[in-house]
């Protein structure tokens, strides 16, 4: 028993000037409706990517849950650099739901 979680997850080939990530949540399929749910410091560099994971817990059980990711740079320039990835928060599981971001390229 416990809040329905669902675990987030992305990977980069490398992070030019990139200084965090944004990911916003919402249970609507459009960006605009979306809130923050986290912003996670960039560890990777210019030349070696990261791979990163973040838990989203006390989900509704049975929901639809949209996810979008944004890349901010040193600048302060913020992009979206994801489509939206959903999953359904699971009932009761011993197997973890992931939603994975393929990511989509910007060049600068």
């Known amino acids: 028993p416990g809040a329905a979680q669902i675990t987030v997850t992305w990977g ?7 200084v965090a990530f944004r990911v916003v ?7 605009q409706t979306a809130t923050q749910i986290i912003v996670m410091p960039a560890v990777g560099s210019g030349v070696g990517g990261a ?14 849950y949209y996810y979008w990711l944004y890349e901010i740079t040193a600048s302060g320039d913020i ?5 939206a990835v959903t999953a359904v928060a ?4 011993t197997l973890p739901i992931r939603a ?9």
């Open 12 to 18: 980069t080939e490398t992070e030019l000037n990139v």
């Open 25 to 31: 949540r919402s249970t609507q399929p459009l960006v």
């Open 51 to 64: 791979e990163y994971e973040f838990v989203d817990s006390s989900l509704v059980a049975g929901q639809r």
């Open 79 to 83: 992009y979206l650099i994801s489509q």
């Open 90 to 93: 699971p009932a009761q599981s």
């Open 100 to 108: 994975y971001f393929p990511l989509a390229f910007r060049s600068n």
